[in-house]
């Protein structure tokens, strides 16, 4: 799909008549709004309409033709639920392989098959029922926080996937609050879990401080890499993180306001099984979760 420029569901006076066509820049008539998501192109809806039957009004729904679409993360007019990428607007060269997954959520952007396949914005003030966390975890506006019980715990929060893939990619974006002036370690990461009798396995890629130094972390359990960065616990600061998964190599990416860093290690090839988000010795702000899966041949 390739979307044109977008802003938020617009609620203007004059401009186009119900069912006529309308965008952004050329909003409609009182008593309607400018459906982004219509296949066919935008056209007028009527706002107090639910054209969709999800129960959510038309003039509040980010996605009209589908359930879902109560929250627009990246306020580009298309709902979370049925955005090709819930993290950023639409770029410039959407979606180069066509699998509806757009740049830079696509961690394939030439091999088709990716699938969004959990995402959140922490929107609502509890988790989805099959999700886990500790008891550390509150959501309110748009935010997971975490506060660690104590200065050495390690506090998770978890979603399960739907695919058994050993091709994944887990976003994350998150803010620091406070660093615990008695945690022999800081840090904040986004995981990947494969959860089995015979035994969890663990990736993790993430900003960690121990003793003032402060560095981007890639754990897989069997093996690790780090990059050293100047400043990954400012309060001002905003962190994006990325760990990708493709057999058995596995990157970390950081993203700050002013610097980025990368990591690369070998895995054992796991499949994951879960998404999550960790924290240690910090209270810490994450605003999405992210996890997007290419999966066995015959599931997409
Ligand atoms: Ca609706
Ligand atoms: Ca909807
Ligand atoms: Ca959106
Ligand atoms: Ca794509």
């Given at each position: 799909m390739k979307f044109a420029p977008l802003f938020?569901?617009?609620?203007?006076?004059?401009?186009?008549?119900?069912?006529?066509?309308?965008?952004?820049?050329?909003?409609?008539?009182?008593?309607?709004?400018?459906?982004?998501?219509?296949p066919e192109g935008a056209i007028c809806v009527d706002a107090k309409g639910d054209d969709d039957g999800d129960g959510i009004l038309n003039e509040r729904d980010f996605c009209q033709h589908q359930m879902g679409g109560a929250y627009d993360e990246d306020q580009d007019g298309f709902g979370d639920d049925c955005d090709a990428c819930p993290i950023a607007p639409p770029p410039a060269a959407p979606d180069t392989d066509g699998d509806d997954v757009d740049s830079p959520c696509d961690p394939d952007p030439f091999t088709p098959g990716d699938r969004i396949v959990v995402f959140t914005g922490f929107n609502e003030p509890t988790l989805p029922s099959t999700w886990k966390a500790t008891t550390a975890w509150t959501f309110q506006g748009g935010e997971a926080k975490v506060t660690p019980a104590t200065a050495t715990g390690l506090e998770t929060l978890s979603a399960p996937l739907p695919l058994v893939s050993t091709n994944i990619a887990l976003l994350t974006r998150y803010r620091v609050d406070r660093?615990?002036?008695?945690?022999?370690?800081?840090?904040?990461?986004?995981?990947?879990?494969?959860?089995?009798?015979?035994?969890?396995?663990?990736?993790?890629?993430?900003?960690?401080?121990?003793?003032?130094?402060?560095?981007?972390?890639?754990?897989?359990?069997?093996?690790?890499?780090?990059?050293?960065?100047?400043?990954?616990?400012?309060?001002?600061?905003?962190?994006?993180?990325?760990?990708?998964?493709?057999g058995a190599q596995a990157q970390c990416a950081m993203i700050s306001d002013r610097e980025t860093g990368a990591a690369q290690a070998a895995s054992n090839g796991e499949a994951m099984s879960e998404a999550g988000l960790t924290a240690r010795g910090a209270t810490i702000r994450f605003t999405y979760l992210l996890a997007v899966q290419r999966g066995p041949v015959g599931t997409n």
């Open positions: 938020a569901l617009v609620l203007a006076a004059c401009g186009t008549d119900l069912g006529g066509p309308c965008s952004a820049a050329d909003p409609c008539d009182s008593g309607s709004v400018c459906d982004l998501t219509n660093v615990d002036p008695a945690a022999t370690e800081s840090a904040a990461s986004v995981i990947g879990i494969d959860r089995r009798p015979a035994g969890t396995t663990i990736v993790s890629c993430g900003g960690s401080r121990v003793a003032a130094m402060d560095r981007l972390l890639l754990d897989t359990g069997v093996g690790g890499s780090q990059d050293a960065m100047d400043q990954l616990f400012d309060p001002a600061g905003l962190y994006r993180v990325a760990i990708k998964l493709e």
